[in-house]
Nanobody
Framework: QVQFVESGGGLVQPGGSLRLSCAASGNFFRYYTMGWYRQAPGKQRELVARISNIDRTNYTDSVKGRFTISRDNAKKTVYLQMNSLKTEDTAVYYC?????????WGQGTQVTVSS
């Protein structure tokens, strides 16, 4: 049974930082390409960053140079370090496989960037 549980969100001022974590269950985590996604109010869910099973990373243009995705296969956890946060980063953040499997969406973690 695959499950992803996100944590680490919160309220932060513009320019601040947060580190999100995604804990995975299941036996095949190390083989997955993992992604962080986000959904802002009134917008579609979008892919923010992804990391392959050999640590190859990709980012959407709006977060390049500010966000870093990483993974720890021993802990079955994927991280998203977010620096220089902007108000437009406000969203619910989710992790899932890439491409996503709709069965595995979790509750997400809310990130609010506001002064």
């Amino acid at each position: 049974q695959v499950q992803f549980v996100e944590s680490g969100g919160g309220l932060v001022q513009p320019g601040g930082s947060l580190r999100l974590s995604c804990a995975a269950s299941g036996n095949f985590f190390r083989y997955y390409t993992m992604g962080w996604y986000r959904q802002a109010p009134g917008k579609q869910r979008e892919l923010v960053a992804r990391i392959s099973n050999i640590d190859r990373t990709n980012y959407t243009d709006s977060v390049k140079g500010r966000f870093t995705i990483s993974r720890d296969n021993a802990k079955k956890t994927v991280y998203l370090q977010m620096n220089s946060l902007k108000t437009e980063d406000t969203a619910v953040y989710y992790c899932n496989e890439y491409p996503f499997d709709p069965r595995y969406w979790g509750q997400g973690t809310q990130v609010t960037v506001s002064s």
